[in-house]
């Protein structure tokens, strides 16, 4: 998935069995649903006819159901299919970074590719077919918190009742640590505010790393489904934190907040930090009065 992943575990003797296990649950989810691999299920499921349905694995069918969900929950501020507006921008997998903005006709082109509406799932099946000829799945701002909750569970089956997950900056926390302390993370942007992971998830967006800037603007990574655009051109880039007890949610949430902010779901504890500045949503508020 481009980033790196590490396990923390608090009692456990059999370290090589159970990094086996885990190595088994990430190369599940590069197998079905990462673009990096031509040869992936979402790849080939991109690379097939329009019109024809697809079978998914479970996992894959899991995660694709929960992103079209939230998709409609906050009217595509999240959407997997924004893949193409991604990679016009040059933050897709294999796209050379750009440093200057796409024409407007080629983000008018490419606004007629994005849509969740393009695709279709068959619950009863567990099927996907795409429904026109330019739409693409992308998962790539689920599938990290997914990886975390997959091998989360994996830990949990193996008795494991104290760890801490983390790939690319998405963390899932349980139990605490034989000192008896929780596990204690720090969420991102500045001031610096830590949070205990007690059965909790929680995963961050921003794009104060990822960005090229022309004439003076700051172009981010994050690309709004809506319009097609990066959503820091003209502001600076302000970051996003989400604890959730599903890191798969979190993550998509998170991206949803950095294109539409706090008020596309407000029933989730979140933190937006921008320009020095702290907004919390409610739930968030009254976690800290705990």
Known sequence: MGTNWQVRVAGVSEGAELLAGIERQLDLVIAQMSTW????????????????WHDLAPEFFEVLSCAMRIAAETGSAYDPTVGPAVDLWGFGPHQERRTSPPTEAEIAQVRREVGYQHL??????????RLTRSVTID???IAKGYAVDLVARYLDGCGVGSYLVEIGGELKGRGVKPDGQPWWVEM????RAMVALCDLAIASSG??????????????????????RPVSCGRLPW???????????ADAYATAMMVAGMDVKRDVAAR???????FETA???EMGED
Not at 188 to 191: A, D, I, K, L, N
Request: hydrophobic share 30%.
């Open 37 to 52: 691999e031509p040869e992936s299920d979402v790849s080939r499921v991109n690379r097939g006819p329009h019109g024809e």
């Open 120 to 129: 279709e799932l068959d619950v009863a099946g567990r099927r996907v077919r």
């Open 139 to 141: 998962l790539s701002s």
């Open 188 to 191: 991102e942007g500045e001031p």
């Open 207 to 228: 794009d104060y790393l990822r960005h090229f800037v022309y004439n003076g603007e700051l172009y981010g990574h994050t690309i709004d489904p809506r319009t097609c």
């Open 239 to 249: 970051t996003v934190s989400v604890l959730h007890a599903s890191c798969m949610e």
């Open 272 to 278: 937006l930090v921008y320009n020095g500045q702290v």
């Open 283 to 285: 739930l968030l508020a």
